[in-house]
T-cell receptor
């Protein structure tokens, strides 16, 4: 099955700095890579996602890059703000049909702290 | 449009007791999933369903059973709760078509003593 590794486990930055979180996956059939932000006691919230036919996607201060050859993808947050502090999870799934059914495999999470 | 809802929000069980967690969605989604989240870990898939009347095992299915008698509901049962099942349980649903995004419920915090 799929295995997703996420690094670093904790990340501390100053407000205004950039933050980068990296994930690797094992199943070359995976074709969907979402990133979730989870605040304490809340549900995971999708912040950005990318499909395997795209190399990069950007949404304001957040961007995701995907390298299919190396099987890794990264989340980039620019101009970080204290409200970006949360746990971030990457995930991967295969939505190509058959018996995959889009089941998500999650990374272990990154605790991001943005200091004012 | 409530999205995905979960009942109950919190529960404390004694070892050996049973309970059922209810997940309901009003988006007419075909696929539904149950995940558990333990401290310091990502979510792990317990069971999933790709349509009414069908269920399948995920990564960590032992000790749980599920049923999908109606398209909008996905039930997760614990027949004999164990302390190792103390966790936060999230339900999610997804459209079968081109939309890959999973929509998560608010979670159920379960403690087994």
């Amino acid at each position: 099955g799929e295995n997703v590794e996420q690094h670093p486990s904790t990340l501390s930055v100053q407000e205004g700095d950039s933050a980068v979180i990296k994930c690797t996956y094992s199943d070359s059939a995976s074709n969907y890579f979402p990133w979730y932000k989870q605040e304490l006691g809340k549900r995971p919230q999708l912040i950005i996602d990318i499909r395997s036919n795209v190399g990069e996607k950007k949404d304001q201060r957040i961007a995701v890059t995907l390298n299919k050859t190396a099987k890794h993808f990264s989340l980039h947050i620019t101009e970080t703000q204290p409200e970006d502090s949360a746990v971030y999870f990457c995930a991967a799934s295969n939505n190509a049909g058959g018996t995959s059914y889009g089941k998500l495999t999650f990374g272990q999470g990154t605790i991001l702290t943005v200091h004012p | 449009n409530a999205g995905v809802t979960q009942t109950p929000k919190f529960r404390v069980l004694k070892t050996g007791q049973s309970m059922t967690l209810l997940c309901a969605q009003d988006m007419n989604h075909e696929y539904m999933y149950w995940y558990r989240q333990d401290p310091g870990m990502g979510l792990r898939l317990i069971h999933y369903s790709v349509g009414e009347g069908t269920t399948a095992k995920g990564e960590v299915p032992d000790g749980y059973n599920v049923s999908r008698l109606k398209k909008q509901n996905f039930l997760l049962g614990l027949e004999s709760a164990a302390p190792s099942q103390t966790s936060v349980y999230f339900c999610a649903s997804r459209d079968r078509g081109r939309g890959y995004e999973q929509y998560f419920g608010p979670g159920t915090r379960l403690t087994v003593t």
